[in-house]
Structures are given as C-alpha cells and as structure tokens.
C-alpha cells in the first residue's frame, strides 16, 4: 500500500475516555493543561512525506500496510490500537493551516509500542515498514456532522490467536468518541497550530511548514477503550489483528464476527483492516 506516500500522518491521543490509563501512558501526559477535562491531550506525526531537518528520520520511513503488522527488532511489547482513520484535504492560508476537510473514514491501526519513560509520542509510534495501517476499503464522508453516514457506524476489533477470535477492543459507536465532528476539526485545527515541543508533544507547525505544507492527510482520531483481554495482551508473531469499521444499522457484531471467522466480508457495510502479525 503505497497510496499515501505524500500524504500527512497525523494521530490524536486520549480522545476516548480511559484509554491512556489503560494503555500505561496517562503518567506522560500529567503536566499537559486542556481545556476541558474530556478534551485529548494532544496530537503527534507518525508519518512526514520528504526528508525533515526538525524530526527524527524514522518519521520519513512509510509506515502504512493493509495486511501486515512487523513486530520491532527489540525485546518491548506491541499493542494493536483500533481507531478511525479520516483522510482529509488540508489547505492553507498565508503559510498557516486554514481548513480541514475529512473525505473518508475507515478502520485504522495505531499499533504502538508500550515502553516507559519515552521521551516523545511519536517515539512508540514508527518503528519502520509494516508498523501502522488502514483498510483499503473505506467509506466516501458526506457531511463530517450529526446526521451524516457516521452516526450510523460503530468499531469493534479483534485478535485472532491459535484458532480462536478475541475481542481486543470494545464495541462502541463512532460518536462515543469524546470530541467528534465539528468540535474535533476545530480542534485538531487549533491544536495543530499551537502545539509545542512540551514534554510528549511535538512543534507539528514547523514539521508540516519543512514538509512545504501537504495537501492530504490521514488523521487518526484516538484508540478505543480495551477489553480486559486487549489491555493484557500483546501482538506474536502469528496473530492477526482484525479492526472493523461497520454499519450497525445494516449488520451486528455478531455478523462482524461471523465475517472474521469465515474470513468473508461486505464492503458495503464494512471497513476490515486484517493485519497479519510477523
């Protein structure tokens, strides 16, 4: 999958209430002040097209697979992190970023590392080729507000292991996501603006400026909550890790898992990231 080469990565963390504490990083983010108590953290590259003179080089390596997740060369745990993945247009005014337009949404891994004492985000985040992904089946957005196709969507994952399907990360409704259509555009746009090299986060201005201000992006919006199999239990070589992005109003979950189990899926009411673990 190379279809994003040019485009912007983009990730958001604790945009679902408890995630952080669950994934082991509520502790990096306590001297970060938000202005709301449910608001994100803040936001991190996992991805810069071109070489970039401010960021460390391995934010340039293409990290993105459809079907394979390669676990790091080093002794640390790996987790699967299911997610929305929005592609968007970005434009620009006067060099600053002006408006972001979300244009599809589909089922996203944000796979991380989990190591203490990181000194940036970003740092768990690209660790080479194979170590993010996102479905090449997504779904066209018509209005990124209420009343538009998301409403009617929720996001269950999966960890297939020895033969048996596991719930990885819980079922919920895209609109369980603590900031949400216009209020998470504006957001991001904020964020993105103001955020500065501060203790996990990085200056995204200055990297998008030495990218010379990319034109497409894919923003993923912030990991679920994990079941208590999903919190305890990291990536082998030989799992696949199933995120699926469905349209509750056409199947249910037990359908989703039925599709996992005879590996046979509707696109049309279904973005399906499977990712092979090697």
């Known amino acids: 999958m190379s279809k994003y080469t040019n485009f912007l990565g983009l990730g958001i963390a604790g945009n679902f209430a408890l995630h952080l504490d669950q994934a082991g990083e ?13 608001a994100p953290k803040g936001m991190f590259p996992f991805y810069l097209p071109n070489s970039n003179p401010f960021a460390k080089e391995i934010l340039s390596t293409y ?12 002794d640390v745990n790996v987790q699967a992190e299911p997610e929305v993945g929005l592609i968007c247009n ?7 970023l002006s408006k972001i337009i ?10 991380s590392i989990r190591i ?5 985000i970003s740092d768990k985040k690209n660790w080479g080729k194979f ?33 048996e399907v596991h719930a990885y990360g819980e079922n919920v409704e895209l609109n369980g996501y603590s900031y949400f259509y216009d209020k998470l555009i504006s957001w991001i746009l904020n964020q993105i603006n103001t955020q500065k090299d501060f203790g996990p986060l990085e200056d995204l201005s200055k990297y998008i400026l030495a ?9 993923s919006i912030g990991a679920t909550r994990y079941t208590t199999y999903g919190e305890n239990t990291f990536l082998n070589v030989g799992d696949e890790v199933v995120i699926v992005v469905y349209n509750h109003d056409l ?21 399906v990231l499977s990712q092979k673990v090697i």
């Open 63 to 74: 990290p993105l697979s459809s079907d394979t997740i390669k676990l790091p060369n080093k």
């Open 26 to 38: 509520a502790e990096d983010f306590k001297d970060i002040i938000t202005e709301d108590e449910a």
């Open 102 to 111: 979300p244009t599809f949404f589909g089922a996203y891994n944000d796979c």
């Open 131 to 163: 170590s993010k992904g996102i479905s090449d089946s997504l779904f066209e957005i018509d209005k990124f507000a209420d009343g538009g196709v998301m409403d009617k969507f929720s996001i269950a994952s999966f960890l297939c292991r020895d033969g």
């Open 211 to 219: 990218c010379k201000n990319p034109t497409q992006a894919i923003i």
């Open 251 to 271: 199947c249910s979950l037990d359908e989703v898992i039925s599709s996992i189990k005879n590996s046979s899926f509707d696109n049309l009411k279904m973005s």
């Open 90 to 96: 970005l434009e620009y005014e006067n060099g600053k």
């Open 116 to 120: 203490a004492g990181a000194k940036k």
